[in-house]
């Protein structure tokens, strides 16, 4: 299938590792912040969100960041594994119109090493 | 159940060739939305609709670029005299309502190449 990740910024971690993906946003009046996972020949999937009021939130092996003063979103992944190899994608929410506008940010290519 | 679906999986067409792309929403689902994808770039908004309406045409980039959701429900985004440039992976995401916006669950996309 085409490559996503073509031409992108890639992260290499060791199985096992924890992996730390950043992203700088640029609209400070977002709602929300959304990082998704995009495999090759698929659509994005939904890992994690963060409100604009708050600064950290967790999930299952996932953590994301969000630091308002710089505007830089991070998403920490505990123990990645093979599993974990993706394209990642911020993506900002805001009000627009009546529904929910996403915009997706630049992503990061994740190769896990086994 | 079912995701959202999109056909074909991969179009590839002449220069100046019209194509039409095919999104099933999962069901249920109000809005519904078309993304561009480049290869190696972020998913780029073309539009929104809620229901059958198309409340939000704003990222489409140019004329040629039309969609439609006559019944609230399957959607089909058409492009005009393909140009080279517009050769991508086209995506297609719904959600609950505008609301839910935030949470689009998307196909595996349509992939268009223009020769």
């Known amino acids: 299938g085409e490559s996503v990740g073509l031409h992108l910024p890639t992260l290499s971690v060791q199985e096992g590792d924890n992996s730390i993906i950043n992203c700088a946003y640029s609209?400070?009046?977002?709602?929300?912040f959304i990082w998704y996972k995009q495999e090759s020949g698929k659509g994005p999937q939904f890992i994690i969100d963060?409100?604009?009021?708050?600064d950290k939130r967790q999930g299952q092996r996932v953590t994301v960041l969000l630091n308002k003063t710089v505007k830089h979103l991070s998403l920490q992944i505990a123990a990645t594994q093979p599993g974990d190899s993706a394209v990642y994608f911020c993506?900002?929410?805001?009000?627009?119109?009546?529904?929910?506008?996403?915009?997706f940010g630049t992503g990061t290519k994740l190769q896990v090493i086994p | 159940g079912a995701g959202v679906s999109q056909s074909p999986r991969y179009k590839v067409a002449k220069r100046g060739q019209d194509v039409a792309l095919r999104c099933d929403p999962i069901?249920?689902?109000?809005?519904l939305f078309w993304y561009q994808q480049a290869l190696g770039q972020g998913p780029e908004f073309l539009t929104y609709?809620?229901?059958?309406?198309?409340?939000?045409k704003s990222g489409l980039p140019s004329d040629r670029f039309f969609a439609e959701r006559p019944e609230g429900s399957v959607s089909t985004l058409k492009i005009q005299r393909t140009q080279q440039e517009d050769s991508a992976v086209y995506l297609c995401?719904?959600?609950?309502?505008?609301?839910?916006?935030?949470?689009?669950?998307f196909g595996p996309g349509t992939r268009l190449t223009v020769t």
């Open positions: 995401a719904s959600s609950l309502g505008p609301d839910y916006s935030y949470e689009q669950y």
């Open positions: 609209n400070s009046a977002s709602d929300y």
């Open positions: 963060i409100r604009s009021n708050m």
């Open positions: 993506a900002e929410i805001m009000n627009s119109g009546g529904y929910q506008k996403v915009t």
């Open positions: 069901s249920g689902h109000v809005s």
């Open positions: 609709f809620q229901n059958e309406a198309q409340l939000d």
